[in-house]
């Protein structure tokens, strides 16, 4: 991960052990932005792997906006998380 990623990263690591220790820790929604192949399913993924080490893989909330996306990150779409129906052309 390069310097931002891991900020992030860690941000995320810390609310989960925290929240794992039993703090009152308000919910972290954490939106990741920018141009296609700056790492942002690296870092997805690296997150992944450590709510996966902690044990704890179902609480993390894996989405993007295209199909393609979700799918490199093995999660699902935001429309499809939010149960929003597909658009439908009259």
């Known amino acids: 991960l390069d ?13 989960l052990i925290a929240h794992l220790s039993g703090e009152h820790c308000p919910q972290l929604l954490m939106l990741v932005t920018g141009e296609g192949g700056t790492g942002k399913s690296k870092l997805v993924n690296a997150i992944t792997k450590t709510f996966a080490q902690h044990g704890c893989k179902s609480k993390l909330a894996r989405t993007a906006m295209s199909g393609v996306a979700a799918c490199i990150i093995g999660g699902s779409t935001l429309h499809s998380c939010a149960g929003l129906p597909p658009h439908q052309t009259s």
């Open 3 to 15: 310097r931002e990623q891991l900020i992030a990263h860690t941000i995320v690591r810390n609310h």
